[in-house]
T-cell receptor, first 121, second 111 residues
Framework: GAVVSQHPSRVICKSGTSVKIECRSLDFQATTMFWYRQFPKQSLMLMAT?????????EQGVEKDKFLINHASLTLSTLTVTSAHPEDSSFYIC?????????????????FGQGTRLTVV | GEDVEQSLFLSVREGDSSVINCTYT??????LYWYKQEPGAGLQLLTY?????DMKQDQRLTVLLNKKDKHLSLRIADTQTGDSAIYFC???????????FGTGTRLKVLA
């Protein structure tokens, strides 16, 4: 199946610094990637939709200047948490839209990375 | 608006069947999914069902969809300790690739 690699898996940073998280589709091209945030014991909340070569679409309440998204190629999207604060500590997960062959034909699905646990101290 | 709800916890004995339930509100959803999340890990797609289907079986997994009641369930036969995880149901919003996730059900399998 399609593989999405997210890096780093864990990061600890000091308050006020910026952190970049990478999301790569390893064996397929992804014109669309998604960034989610998951608080402890809660569900995933979509932060933004990233389209290759264009500006990301942010969900309501997500600060675009705080969470910078770049999707410069068909296999890489990055999320940069700028001027991180302890309240930004969370689990961030990306997903990439890809196509898989099934008995019924070609199907488009979202494949998820393994997530990045960000801790801001 | 869009909302997906699940019960928070489920505990079963090893070898028994587990049934995880989910309700959703968007009647125009075209696909409904079940994902598994192990501690500290990302999401693994387990199975999904088209909205025009009532049931889908995949090895130990059986998905039932009641479109009239907007109710989705995942049955895991012969539950093993390795099945202990959080299970999320999700719907794909019609006309988009936006996934709406449920709150997740934490399944604990007792040996």
């Amino acid at each position: 199946g399609a593989v999405v690699s997210q890096h780093p898996s864990r990061v600890i940073c000091k308050s006020g610094t910026s952190v970049k998280i990478e999301c790569r589709s390893l064996d397929f091209q992804a014109t669309t990637m998604f960034w989610y945030r998951q608080f402890p014991k809660q569900s995933l909340m979509l932060m933004a939709t990233s389209n290759e070569g264009s500006k990301a679409t942010y969900e309501q309440g997500v600060e675009k200047d705080k969470f910078l998204i770049n999707h410069a190629s068909l296999t890489l999207s990055t999320l940069t948490v700028t001027s991180a604060h302890p309240e930004d500590s969370s689990f961030y997960i990306c997903s990439a839209r890809g196509e898989i062959w099934e008995a019924g034909g070609l199907n488009t699905e979202a494949f998820f990375g393994q997530g990045t646990r960000l801790t801001v101290v | 608006g869009e909302d997906v709800e699940q019960s928070l916890f489920l505990s079963v004995r090893e070898g028994d069947s587990s049934v995880i339930n989910c309700t959703y509100t968007d009647s125009s959803s075209t696909y409904l999914y079940w994902y598994k999340q192990e501690p500290g890990a990302g999401l693994q797609l387990l199975t999904y069902i088209f909205s025009n289907m009532d049931m889908k079986q995949d090895q130990r997994l059986t998905v039932l969809l009641n479109k009239k009641d907007k109710h989705l369930s995942l049955r895991i036969a012969d539950t093993q300790t390795g099945d202990s995880a959080i299970y999320f149901c999700a719907e794909k919003a019609s006309g988009t690739y936006k996934y709406i996730f449920g709150t997740g059900t934490r399944l604990k399998v007792l040996a």
